[in-house]
């Protein structure tokens, strides 16, 4: 993987200065599920948090992420231990 798992809100506002890949998509879902869980937060609060519209994304698009953010939430490790990313090894 080309990106860091982002391990704050910080990290994750400052993939917006990069292009988008499928690569930077999949830290940053890895990244929220990491945060959120680091602060003691349950996969019904991501839920709750993407479904309030923010008028970032629409109704649908909210849904969708609602949806792959359960599935990461269900599918990754509790306490996982994630490389990070080290360019000399790029």
Sequence with gaps: MNYPIP????EIRAFQK????????????????????AQGKSVDQIQSDILTDHQLLNPKQRQWLSE?????WQTWPEQAETPRHDPRRA
Excluded: F, H
């Design 7 to 10: 391990r704050s809100p910080e």
């Design 18 to 37: 990069q292009p988008i890949d499928e690569e930077m998509v999949a830290a940053a879902i890895a990244g929220v599920v990491e945060i959120y869980r």
């Design 68 to 72: 792959v953010l359960t599935q990461a």
